[in-house]
């Protein structure tokens, strides 16, 4: 699995994780498959981020104008979390490939809007390094 396979991947886990009742097992099996060799990367992402999800929701809440997470759209707040996750806790990848991975998959799950959405909340954290 390539690392932009596992971040949509990861997308649609922590979709699946946010409001429902799923287990990160569960979810994670749910989008895999039963049996399925889980991809290191993928499993790092979406474990990371449900479990920094209280410091990365206060950060992305102090840095988003105008908005709250509730009032965001699931898959943009969902990407978003998994962006800020990556540049605060993952350093694997470079600032801007973190960033532009993030508009590629608003760009598959969202449309144009969300990606010039996200690309602007990250901005910000951009600026912060």
């Not at 992305?60 to 979390?81: D, G």
Request: a negative charge.
């Amino acid at each position: 699995m390539k690392r932009r396979e596992a971040r949509e991947k990861a997308i649609q886990t922590l979709f699946q994780l946010d409001n429902t009742e799923l287990s990160i097992d569960e979810a994670i099996v749910y989008i895999i498959g039963e049996g399925v060799e889980v991809n290191p990367f993928y499993d790092k992402l979406v474990r990371g981020t449900v479990e920094n999800n209280t410091e990365i929701d206060t950060e992305l809440s102090a840095k988003l104008e105008n908005w709250s997470l509730s009032r965001l759209p699931k898959i943009e707040r969902t990407v978003l979390r998994l962006a800020v996750y990556e540049l605060h806790f993952g350093k694997d990848a470079p600032e801007r490939v973190i960033m532009n991975e993030a508009i590629e998959l608003c760009k598959t799950f969202g449309d144009e809007k969300s990606g010039r959405f996200v690309n602007g909340g990250l901005s910000k954290f951009a600026e912060k390094e």
